[in-house]
Nanobody, 114 residues
Framework: QVQLVESGGGLVQAGGSLKLSCAAS????????MGWYRQAPGKQRELVAL???????NYADSVKGRFAISRDNVKNTVYLQMNSLKPEDTGIYYC????????WGQGTQVTVSS
């Protein structure tokens, strides 16, 4: 069973920065995609950023130029550097990992105050 441990959420003022981390353990197979989704109150969960095992990335239009996703394949850890944060970035951020199945973290709260 794959376990995902997230860290780095919190409260920040608009314009500030946060860095999220998610460490995966317990996978018997190679990890392919890793990424981050978020869910704002009253809204559906949406993709924020995704990174493939080869380093290819995909971002939501709303975060392009402000967020950067990266990964350490030795540590099986994915990071999300979030800069120039806006109040609309507020939500619960979920780590996502695809290996022999899809796995989600427990979520970490990010709150951006105006």
């Amino acid at each position: 069973q794959v376990q995902l441990v997230e860290s780095g959420g919190g409260l920040v003022q608009a314009g500030g920065s946060l860095k999220l981390s998610c460490a995966a353990s317990g996978s018997r197979f190679s990890i392919s995609d890793m990424g981050w989704y978020r869910q704002a109150p009253g809204k559906q969960r949406e993709l924020v950023a995704l990174i493939t095992s080869g380093g290819g990335t995909n971002y939501a239009d709303s975060v392009k130029g402000r967020f950067a996703i990266s990964r350490d394949n030795v540590k099986n850890t994915v990071y999300l550097q979030m800069n120039s944060l806006k109040p609309e970035d507020t939500g619960i951020y979920y780590c996502y990992v695809r290996t022999w199945g899809n796995y989600w973290g427990q979520g970490t709260q990010v709150t951006v105050s105006s």
